[in-house]
């Protein structure tokens, strides 16, 4: 039997969310049976990391929330023990050209976190700076397509960057897994067309960087509640090759509203009950 083990969530620590009581987000976890419940908030990002003002204060809480957060999920830890595990997580960023920013995050904070989701949002734009790859397909044309020239460079430079972020995860001395592999596919259906060939490529060259960095995948179903996308972020071929390899395979529901806790769970179960 699969540990029931919802492992990417938010809070209200995050401005593009809910502010919703965490209470409201762990009885609903609770209610569904789920015996594990990881909060992975985003933390802070490097000051002017993104150049619209407007869209960084919603990508991440300010510098001086962060031990705020960690008391706050440390308390429903102690809060919850007995009924339900919870662990104190986050998800970091893979920040090409600052990674000494989420490793002083680390040192820091390392001791007391259980579980890590690292995830690509970022890719550089025409000027170097940082764009997400998953705020809306508008800005996704013109701020990443418009730069890249075609879905195929970008994609290559997304997937580029995804293995970076293994061989930098694998150096965590906590849990870990990767966020959201193909979080590029959000807003598939509203942009020129990504070749599955490429995704099958890519994928397959990760499988063996997984498994000798030790690095998990998050298993993580957002992506069936994004009209433009309508599946989870990781293909079952892949998440069924990284069961045969070994490789920690945790569900996600990167719930950033009570509600959303445990979507897509029965999806998950499914695939874990054929035959690694
Ligand atoms: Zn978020
Ligand atoms: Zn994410």
Not at 6 to 19: I, K, L, P, V, W
Not at 63 to 78: G, Q, S, T
Not at 191 to 204: D, F, K, S, V
Not at 249 to 274: C, I, L
């Amino acid at each position: 039997m699969v540990l029931k083990w919802d492992g990417h969530t938010h809070t209200r620590f995050c401005y593009h969310g809910s502010d919703a009581a965490e209470e409201l987000y762990i009885d609903r976890a609770i209610e569904l049976g789920f015996q594990r419940y990881t909060i992975s908030e985003h933390p802070p990002l490097p000051a002017g990391l993104v150049d619209d003002p407007a869209l960084f204060r919603e990508l991440a809480m300010p510098p001086e929330e962060l031990p705020l957060y960690m008391e706050y999920a440390k308390a429903m830890k102690r809060k919850y023990e007995g009924q339900i595990e919870i662990t104190v997580g986050l998800e970091l960023d893979y920040l090409p050209g600052q990674l000494d920013f989420t490793k002083q995050i680390v040192d820091q904070w390392g001791h007391e976190l259980e579980d890590i989701v690292y995830s690509v949002h970022y890719l550089p734009g025409a000027d170097g700076g940082a764009r997400c790859v998953d705020f809306t397909a508008d800005y996704f044309r013109e701020q990443i397509l418009s730069c890249y020239g075609t879905m195929e460079k970008a994609v290559d430079t997304y997937y580029d960057h995804v293995e970076s972020a293994i061989v930098f995860a694998s150096a965590l001395p906590m849990r870990k897994r990767i966020g959201h592999i193909n979080l590029i596919e959000k807003f598939a259906d509203a942009l020129p067309p990504i070749g599955e060939g490429q995704i099958r490529r890519r994928l397959e060259r990760i499988i063996p960087l997984l498994a000798q960095g030790k690095v998990g995948i998050d298993v993580n179903t957002a992506g069936l509640r994004v009209a433009t996308c309508g599946k989870p972020y990781v293909p079952e071929w892949f998440l069924a090759a990284c069961r045969e390899q070994g490789i920690e395979t945790v569900y996600g529901s990167d719930a950033h509203k009570p509600e959303h806790v445990g979507a897509g769970w029965e999806w998950f179960e499914e695939q874990m009950r054929k035959k690694a």
